[in-house]
Nanobody, 124 residues
Framework: QVQLVETGGGLLQAGGSLRLSCAASGGALNRYNMAWFRQAPGKKREFVAT????????LYADSVKGRFTIWRDITKNTAYLQMNSLKPEDTAVYLC?????????????????WGQGTQVTVSS
């Protein structure tokens, strides 16, 4: 059973940058596709980015493409999300997820393991 713990959230002004971390235990990250989702109050959970386990291919939501970058450090068993040029509409709880299913997936129901989330708040 994989456990995921997100850190790095915070409060910052629009235009700023933040790096989120997702530390995994109980399983090696190179066995899973990893993803970041986010959920704002009163809204559905939204796909942000994913990275493949075999070739580190990536896929991003259109709303974050060019601003966010997902990667992972196998030696630290940690996935990351670098967020630049943040906007107030990026405000949400950001959750890390993992799946053993092959292929990059944007559907939250594909993911077996979830972290508890970290809050990101961007002020205008």
């Amino acid at each position: 059973q994989v456990q995921l713990v997100e850190t790095g959230g915070g409060l910052l002004q629009a235009g700023g940058s933040l790096r989120l971390s997702c530390a995994a235990s109980g399983g090696a990250l190179n066995r899973y596709n990893m993803a970041w989702f986010r959920q704002a109050p009163g809204k559905k959970r939204e796909f942000v980015a994913t990275i493949g386990r075999s070739d580190s291919s990536t896929l991003y939501a259109d709303s974050v493409k060019g601003r966010f970058t997902i990667w992972r450090d196998i030696t630290k068993n940690t996935a990351y999300l670098q967020m630049n040029s943040l906007k107030p509409e990026d405000t949400a709880v950001y959750l890390c997820a993992a799946t053993s299913v092959l292929g990059l997936a944007t559907n939250e129901y594909v993911y077996d393991y979830w972290g508890q989330g970290t809050q990101v708040t961007v002020s205008s």
